[in-house]
């Protein structure tokens, strides 16, 4: 039964996503993005791009720019190799500021700011990555570019949904010194530079999670600004060949097959989202929680 009638829920399937399989990259598009155009999915919130990509074997993004937007992978399955312009090359799998070889349970997140290069390459010599690659507008132009790559426990994506991203602590006014310390609003997430939460979840078949609108503190308290009308976006990712499933908010017409997303739209901070699995595998499930 719905818990939230005053929320509206538009499912977002995934046949009608923009497509292009280019050989080397399979890619569907959430919103318009490259030579996809559809004015009526343009973005929602601060979210700018939500692409599903695999890339195949020793083929890659080579080097190009991001100027003002805030960039993040998370990986599903594979290895994606990051490196950018602030940085040289390091020994493998090595996390900070040289570049990383992530892998499933990685994400790695880029602040464009005032302009920063990067390359995005699969240098595994026979395993394809699955990826997420997400975009958001950031709260204001001009930032200094960063980025980070953090490690997430699959076992917490079992228990709940695991905060992955919270907002910059600081604010949208923060010091050089405040942005170089780069402490987010929940502890263990990254910062982000918009009014979005990112969570994610591994639900069991027959299990049900919860995401609570706002996100949640040290106290229990939300961490975002925009208190009502958020935009939260949630995503099932084709990771189980098909057998994956989930509902949202009991609602038979909010049910989503892998592939398919969801628009929540008019909910506010405290409301909280149920999010049941009903497949025949377990299923991972992306939250993006913005204004």
Do not use: C
């Amino acid at each position: 039964m719905s818990k939230l009638s005053h929320a509206t829920i538009i499912p977002r399937r995934s046949a009608a996503r923009g497509h292009a399989d280019h050989g080397w990259l399979n890619t569907y598009h959430t919103f318009s993005f490259a030579d996809y155009y559809d004015p009526s999915h343009m973005s929602f919130g601060s979210l700018r791009v939500l692409n599903e990509d695999r890339v195949a074997p020793q083929t890659g993004f080579p080097t190009h720019p991001h100027r003002d937007a805030e960039i993040f992978s998370y990986i599903l399955s594979g290895e994606l190799t990051h490196r950018d312009s602030m940085i040289k090359k390091g020994a493998e799998g090595k996390q900070g500021k040289d570049f990383y070889r992530m892998k499933r349970g990685d994400v790695q997140f880029t602040t464009g700011g005032t302009g920063i290069a990067h390359s995005e390459q699969n240098e595994h010599s026979s395993d394809t990555v699955h990826f997420l690659q997400i975009w958001a507008t950031p709260w204001r132009r001009g930032l200094t570019p960063q980025y980070h790559t953090v490690s997430f426990n699959e076992e917490l994506k079992r228990k709940a949904f695991l905060p992955i991203l919270s907002p910059l602590a600081a604010g949208i006014n923060a010091t050089a010194a405040e942005e170089k310390e780069a402490k987010p609003k929940i502890a263990d997430t990254i910062p982000i530079h918009a009014d979005l939460v990112m969570g994610a979840g591994i639900i069991a078949v027959d299990r049900r999670f919860k995401w609570k609108v706002g996100g949640e503190g040290e106290n229990g308290e939300a961490v975002v600004e925009n208190k009502s009308d958020r935009k939260v976006y949630v995503h099932l990712p084709m990771t189980k060949n098909g057998h994956a499933k989930i509902r949202l908010d009991g609602r038979e017409g909010a049910v989503l097959q892998e592939g398919d997303g969801a628009y929540v739209k008019g909910v506010n901070v405290g409301d909280e989202i149920s999010v049941e699995s009903i497949g025949e595998a377990e299923a991972e499930v992306v939250i993006l929680d913005s204004y």
